[in-house]
C-alpha cells in the first residue's frame, strides 16, 4: 500500500473515533443539562461502553502499525504539514492510553469513583481524615501513571504533559517560581488601599434578563447560533460535536450578577476556539486546542482581558444600564467598572478575583509536585495548605472545607490539571500584548463595539491550528517568545495601579 | 463453558449493544430536538458510525455461536421463561440483521438518501414523475429484502415481519378485509348526518399554556418526570435511553389546540409502555414494545379511548375551561367532546380524526402488497390512489401532493410500516373491552380522575413483558382471541351512533 493510502486509512480510523469521541461529550453533554435523574444509571453503562470502545479502537494494533510505517513518509514531509502534525499528535496521545495497562484502567476507576463519594462527604462535613486514604491511593495511582512514562526527569512530568503536552515540571517551577513573589507583592499593595465598592453586583438581577442579555452580548461579538446553543447547568462547561456544533453552558445567580455574565463570556471564549479551528482538521485529533492552558486563554481572554476591560463596557453599559435600571442607574461606568474588577483574597477558589486567581492555582500545583516528589505527605495537606495560604493571600481558611477539600479535581483523579488554569493567564496576556501591537486602535475598535479584527487576529494566528502545535511552540512562533509571565504583570500593574491609585 | 456462563456471556454482548443502541437514540432525539443546524453533518457522521457499530457488533459470529450453542439449554427451560424468551428474540433479530449482505445495506443508504431528498421536492410541487424512478428503486430494494428471506408464503412477509414479528400478510388481509367495508359503511352513516361543530378548537391558544395544560394532565395520570422529559420537536416521538429515561416530545399549534393535548397524551401513552417493562429486561433486546403495533396501541389508548372519552373530560374538562376561559368558557363539555371526536373524511393521514384513520391506512398497505405482488406498478400509483380513496372515503384528493406523496415513509424505505397503525387502533379496543369486563368501574374511577388500577392493569397484562412475546401470542394470552376487528368495531360504533345519532 501507498503511504497515502496508509495516512487515508489513518484518518478513517481516527474519523471513526472522533466520531465516538463527540457521541460521548454528547451523552455528558445531556447528562449536565436535561437527562432525568432516573436516567443517571443506565448512563454510566452508556458512558462506560462507549469509552472502552473508544479506548479499545484507539490502542488497536492497526493504529500503532500504521503510525510506525508511516514515520518515513512524515520525515521527507514538511514537519508543519497537516500530515506531519497529525502523525505525531497521535502518536503522542497514542503513547499516552496505550502504555496503560488494562488493570490499572480499572483500577483507576474504581478508585475515583469511591474517591469522589467519599470526597462529596467529606467536604460537606469538613472532615478530611475520611477523604485522606481516598486520595493516598489516587496519589499512588499518580506515580503508578508517571513509572509508565519512565524516565523522565519529573514524576510530575508525565502528568503534567496530559493537559500540556511537552511542557516540562522544570518549565512550570521556573515560570511560577518567577511570578508567585510578584503577585504576592500586588495583592499587598492593593490590599493596602482603600476597597472598591460592589455591592451594586449583589443585589437581585432578574434571571431570565440577565440570560437574555448574555446571549445579545455574545451574539453581538459574533458567536454564531447556527452552530451552538447555549443551555442551563449546574457547572458550566463548552462541548464540541464537531466543528459546526460548539455549545456552552451557563449557570445563573440571582443575587450575583457576575456568574451568568462573565460565564457566558468565559464559555464563549472555549466556544470560538473550537470554532476557528481549519475545517480540516475536524474528526482528526488536531480538531481541539493546544493544550488546556491556551484554551483557557482564549476563555480569560473573553472573560477578563476584554470582558472586564474599560472599553467593553464603554460600549456594553448603556446597554446594561437599561436591562437593570433599577440595579445600575445611579452606578456611573466608572463605579461598575471598579466593582466588577474588585479584589479581595478569598478562600474559594472558583469565586477568586482575577487578581488572586493565580495564587489559588500555584498552591495547588505546588502541593501536587511536594506530593509527586515524596516531599510531602497526604495527612500533612491542611496544615500545608493554611500555611501557605496565609503566606500568598493573608488569610486562613477557617476550615478544610473552605480549604484542602473544596475541588473536585483530585477526587476525580486529575492531578496535573491545575496549572493550566494559571498557564492560561499568562498566555492570554501574552497573546492580548501581541494583539494590541498588531492592532493598535484594538481599544478603540472595542469602545466601537468592533470584535470582528480581534477575532480575525485570534482566528488566523492562534485557532485554525487546533491542536497541531504544543502549547510552548504555539507561543513561541505567535509571540517570539515562550511562555513566561511578564506579560501577566504588566496587564496586572497597568490595570490595578490605575483602580485602586497606587 | 456452563451453559449459564455463555447466556452471561450473550447478555453481556446485549447489554453493550442496547448501550450504543440507547445512544443513538440520544444522538436522534438531540438531532429532534436541540442540535443547531451547523451540526447536521457531522450528526450523519456520528450516527453512520454508531450504527455501523451496532450492526457489526450485532451480527457478530461470537453471537451466531453463543446463539446456536444455547439452543439445547433453552430447549429445557420454561418457554415463557426470561432465557428462553430472549434467546428466541435475539435469534429473530440476529437473523433479521445478519441475512443483509453489507453491499445491500449500503444500496439502501444510497437509495433512501436520495429518495428522501427527492421526495421532499416532489411533494412541494406536486410532481410524482420526479419521484417515481426513487420509488420504483425503493421498492426493487424491498424485493431484494424479501428475497434474503425466502421461502416465504408471501413477498410482503418478511417486511412485515420487521415490525409486527411473526404476523402474516394472509393475516393482516384477512383483518382488514373484514374491516373496510365496516367501516367505509360507518363513515356513509356518519357522513349522512348533520355534522358537529369543533370551530372552538381552532381559535388561538396560548402555546405555553397548551404546553402546560399537557403537562398537568400527563403528570397527574402517572407519568414521571423523574424519569422522562418533554421538549419541543417538528414529528412528535418518544424515546428511551434505558429504563429510568424515557422522554416524549410534542409540537404545539397555536391554532389547532388537539395537536399539542392529545400528541402530549398519544406519546406519553407510548412512554408508559416503555416504563413498565420489567427491569430486569433492561439493557437486553426484550427492554421494547411486542411489536410497532402493540406499542401504537397504548398511544392510541392513551390518546382516544381514554384522552377522547366522556368520563376523561367529565374530569379534566372544568380545569381545561379555568385555563382558557374566553375559548371554552361558553362551551359546554357535551359540546367539547363532539367537537374533539369530530369526523370528517380529509384528505392527509396525519390529520384524520379516530374513524377515518385506518382507511387512510387500509388504502396505503393495499397499495404496499400490490407492488410487492407485482399486480400494480409504482408509475399507476397516483390513479390507484385516487380510485380508492373514492371508494373509500368518498372523495378525491385534488393533486398527488395530497395524495401519495404525503407520507415521508416509503422515500425512507419503510414498507411494511403502515399495517402497524392499524392494527394498533384495533389492539388498543381489544384491550379496553378486557380492561372494562376487568374493571367494571372503570368509567367512574376515569370521570374521578383515578388512573392507576387502569395503569396497574396495563402494566401487568401488557407493559411487563416489554418484547417477550409475538403480538398475536400476546394478545391471544391477555384477550383470549388473535388480532381482529370486532372490538374495535364495536367502539367505533358505539361511540359515533351516540355522537352522530344513528
Given at each position: 500500500m501507498q503511504p497515502e493510502e496508509k495516512f487515508q486509512q489513518l484518518k478513517n480510523l481516527l474519523a471513526e473515533i472522533a466520531d465516538l469521541n463527540y457521541t460521548v461529550a454528547l451523552l455528558g453533554w445531556d447528562q449536565q443539562?436535561?437527562?432525568?435523574?432516573?436516567?443517571a444509571e443506565n448512563r454510566g453503562h452508556h458512558l462506560a461502553t462507549l469509552q472502552q470502545i473508544v479506548h479499545t479502537k484507539f490502542v488497536a494494533e492497526e493504529i500503532g502499525k500504521l503510525l510506525e510505517d508511516l514515520q518515513p513518509f512524515v520525515a521527507q514531509l514538511d514537519p508543519d504539514s497537516f500530515e506531519a502534525r497529525l502523525v505525531k499528535v497521535t502518536r503522542h496521545d497514542y503513547d499516552l492510553e496505550s502504555k496503560l495497562p488494562l488493570d490499572f484502567v480499572a483500577d483507576r476507576a474504581m478508585v475515583t469513583t469511591a474517591a469522589y463519594a467519599a470526597w462529596g462527604k467529606a467536604r460537606a462535613g469538613n472532615d478530611f481524615p475520611s477523604f485522606q486514604p481516598h486520595l493516598e491511593k489516587i496519589i499512588d495511582l499518580a506515580h503508578r501513571y508517571a513509572e509508565f512514562f519512565a524516565p523522565y526527569d519529573h514524576p510530575y512530568d508525565p502528568l503534567l504533559d496530559i493537559f500540556e503536552p511537552g511542557m516540562k515540571t522544570k518549565e512550570i517551577k521556573e515560570i511560577f517560581g518567577n511570578l508567585r513573589p510578584q503577585q504576592v507583592e500586588l495583592i499587598r499593595k492593593i490590599s493596602s488601599r482603600p476597597q472598591v465598592d460592589d455591592s451594586f453586583m449583589h443585589l437581585t438581577y432578574d434571571e431570565q434578563k440577565q440570560w437574555d442579555i448574555g446571549v445579545e452580548f455574545v451574539t453581538e461579538m459574533g458567536y454564531d447560533w447556527q452552530h451552538g446553543r447555549q443551555d442551563k447547568t449546574l457547572h458550566p462547561f463548552t462541548t464540541s460535536f464537531g466543528l459546526g456544533d460548539v455549545r456552552i453552558t451557563t449557570r445563573v445567580h440571582p443575587n450575583y450578577m457576575a456568574s451568568a455574565l462573565f460565564g457566558t463570556l468565559h464559555e464563549t471564549g472555549h466556544a470560538m476556539y473550537q470554532l476557528g479551528?481549519?475545517?480540516?482538521?475536524?474528526?482528526?485529533?488536531?480538531?481541539?486546542?493546544?493544550?488546556s492552558g491556551v484554551h483557557e486563554s482564549q476563555s480569560r481572554m473573553w472573560e477578563n482581558?476584554?470582558?472586564?476591560?474599560y472599553p467593553f463596557w464603554q460600549h456594553f453599559y448603556p446597554r446594561l444600564q437599561e436591562v437593570f435600571p433599577s440595579q445600575l442607574?445611579?452606578?456611573?461606568l466608572e463605579a461598575f467598572y471598579k466593582g466588577i474588577n474588585k479584589v479581595q483574597p478569598s478562600f474559594i477558589r472558583v469565586e477568586a478575583d482575577e487578581a488572586t486567581y493565580n495564587l489559588h492555582i500555584m498552591l495547588r500545583m505546588e502541593l501536587e509536585i511536594s506530593l509527586m516528589e515524596g516531599s510531602i505527605a497526604v495527612r500533612d495537606l491542611p496544615e500545608a495548605w493554611h500555611t501557605r495560604f496565609q503566606e500568598y493571600l493573608g488569610i486562613t481558611p477557617p476550615d478544610n472545607t473552605k480549604g484542602v477539600l473544596q475541588d473536585v479535581h483530585w477526587s476525580s483523579?486529575?492531578?496535573?490539571?491545575?496549572p493550566s488554569y494559571a498557564l492560561g493567564n499568562l498566555i492570554g496576556a501574552q497573546l492580548w500584548e501581541c494583539i494590541n501591537r498588531d492592532i493598535p486602535d484594538l481599544s478603540d475598535q472595542i469602545r466601537r463595539g468592533e470584535f470582528a479584527p480581534w477575532l480575525a487576529w485570534l482566528r488566523e494566528n492562534v485557532h485554525r491550528h487546533g491542536k497541531k502545535f504544543e502549547p510552548q511552540e504555539l507561543i513561541l512562533r505567535v509571540t517570539g517568545s515562550k511562555i513566561n509571565p511578564a506579560a501577566y504583570m504588566r496587564y496586572l500593574e497597568q490595570k490595578y495601579s490605575a483602580i485602586y491609585g497606587f
Open positions: 443539562t436535561y437527562m432525568p435523574p432516573g436516567g479551528c481549519d475545517p480540516s482538521l475536524d474528526r482528526t485529533l488536531l480538531f481541539d486546542g493546544a493544550s482581558l476584554v470582558g472586564r476591560s442607574g445611579n452606578i456611573s483523579g486529575l492531578i496535573g490539571y491545575f
